[in-house]
């Protein structure tokens, strides 16, 4: 049951996540909240400052967080006859979990993600697109399959002079 999950203790394991990737994150946030401080006494930005054990907090934290929220979703899932997590069980177990204040700004970096892949994604084909006029305007290019026989033809020849030796 759900609840018994909650109450079950998560192995500490080799699996972590990337360090530089939860510094970065960390030290992000750290130093939007030092800026909220204001300058110090000498007028300078203050930055916080994050310990090497702090940081493996974090991470054991982040997993912790990740295995107890996949835990919810997939009871959702499957209270729900399905296999497959979709993005409204992860919702929906943010709600559960009682972190629903988050779900909101979850559902806006979701979305801005959506749209900065899809841009990518139109621009990957509009450049691929750009290729393949390119290719098709230069008559005797390699790529346009003429050119690419003859050499084959010439690599016979050759062939077949080293079998004459």
Avoid at 77 to 95: L, P
Wanted: charged residues 40%; aromatic residues 4%.
């Amino acid at each position: 049951s759900l609840r018994a999950r909650r109450s079950e203790p998560f192995p500490m394991s080799d699996d972590t996540l990337p360090a530089a990737h939860i510094k970065r994150l960390v030290k992000h946030k750290l130093n939007e909240l030092m800026a909220g401080l204001g300058p110090d006494a000498k007028g300078k930005t203050q930055e916080g400052n994050v310990q090497k054990e702090a940081l493996g907090a974090f991470n054991e934290s982040a997993k912790i967080f990740i295995h107890y929220l996949t835990a919810t979703a997939n009871d959702i899932c499957r209270d729900g006859k399905r296999q497959t997590i979709s993005v409204d069980d992860v919702f929906r177990a943010i709600e559960e979990l009682e972190f629903g204040e988050f779900t909101e700004p979850l559902k806006q970096s979701l979305e801005g993600f959506k749209k900065n892949a899809a841009a990518k994604t139109a621009q990957r084909s509009e450049r691929e697109d750009k290729k393949r006029k390119a290719a098709e305007s230069k008559p005797g290019d390699p790529d346009d399959g003429e050119g690419e026989d003859d050499e084959e033809e010439g690599d016979d020849d050759d062939d077949d002079a080293d079998d004459d030796a």
